[in-house]
């Protein structure tokens, strides 16, 4: 039996071609500004380095600002004297690295949204999550990741 090439044959594999570039294309979830985005090998929520890892002195982490530890995808902050959080450093919009902590909020260079320091809640979109809790244990004058 022999197979025709026909003009619906040839619009069907093309159509599918497309389709499969288009969803690979929009699998990444990055945008066009030019900034990096990573994502998090183990989910929302997970660390990315061994357990108990130091990550810093206290007198590294501002009152009211934080600290990002990039390697780590973990942010820290010290929302009032000797109170420390941890959040991840993963955009909960579209999963950019946040790139500052600063005036109360960790911010996103991809697209601004901002999140509050003390709780890692939204103050400002176009994220409507808050940034997940990270584990962290603040020993003598050490912060550890958990």
Do not use: W
Not at 73 to 81: H, K
Not at 107 to 119: E, I
Request: proline fraction near 5%; include cysteine.
């Amino acid at each position: 039996m022999t197979y025709e090439t026909t003009r619906r044959t040839v619009l069907l594999a093309t159509g599918a071609t497309g389709a499969a570039a288009l969803v690979a294309a929009c699998g990444g979830g990055g945008d066009d500004s030019g900034s990096t985005s990573t994502q998090s090998p183990t989910g929302e929520g997970a660390t990315s380095g061994p357990a108990g890892q130091v990550l810093a002195n206290i007198d590294e982490i501002p009152v009211g600002g934080g600290k990002i530890f990039k390697d780590e995808e973990v942010v820290v902050t010290q929302p009032e004297q000797g109170q420390f959080k941890a959040f991840s450093a993963i955009c909960t919009h579209q999963r950019c690295l946040v790139s500052t902590v600063s005036d109360g909020t960790i911010n996103c260079p991809c697209h601004g949204s901002k999140f509050r320091v003390a709780d890692g809640a939204v103050a400002h979109g176009p994220a409507t999550r808050p940034l997940p809790a990270e584990k962290i244990t603040v020993e003598g004058n050490s912060v550890r990741l958990t």
